[in-house]
């Protein structure tokens, strides 16, 4: 069973900035859409942002402009930038395909963004 590996959370004050890594096999990196998800506490999980395997990119509207997505497949790496970082992005980030595989999801990143 093939499992993310998130990394690079954190607490950090309001107006801050995090960058958070994930890591997978290469297979996965190679022919799939990547996908950043978060959850917060009493929600559902939800798309943050996607990468496509060309580079495309897509957004939630609640992190439009702050966060970048990005992906280096020779690392078999994902990246989020978050940048500008508000109270409500407080949550668990994980990384899995876009779609979501349901076998993929890892522990999640820890983003917690208080004064």
């Known amino acids: 069973q093939v499992q993310m590996v998130e990394s690079g959370g954190g607490l950090v004050q309001p107006g801050g900035s995090l960058r958070l890594s994930c890591g997978a096999s290469g297979s996965i990196f190679r022919f799939n859409a990547m996908g950043w998800y978060r959850q917060a506490p009493g929600k559902q999980r939800e798309l943050v942002a996607r990468?496509?395997?060309?580079?495309?990119?897509n957004y939630a509207e609640a992190v439009q402009g702050r966060f970048t997505i990005s992906r280096d497949n020779a690392k078999n790496t994902v990246y989020l930038q978050m940048n500008s970082l508000k109270p409500e992005d407080t949550a668990v980030y994980y990384c899995?395909?876009?779609?979501?595989?349901?076998?993929?999801w890892g522990q999640g990143a820890q983003v917690t963004v208080s004064s």
């Open positions: 899995n395909t876009f779609p979501y595989t349901r076998g993929y």
């Open positions: 990468v496509t395997v060309g580079g495309s990119t």
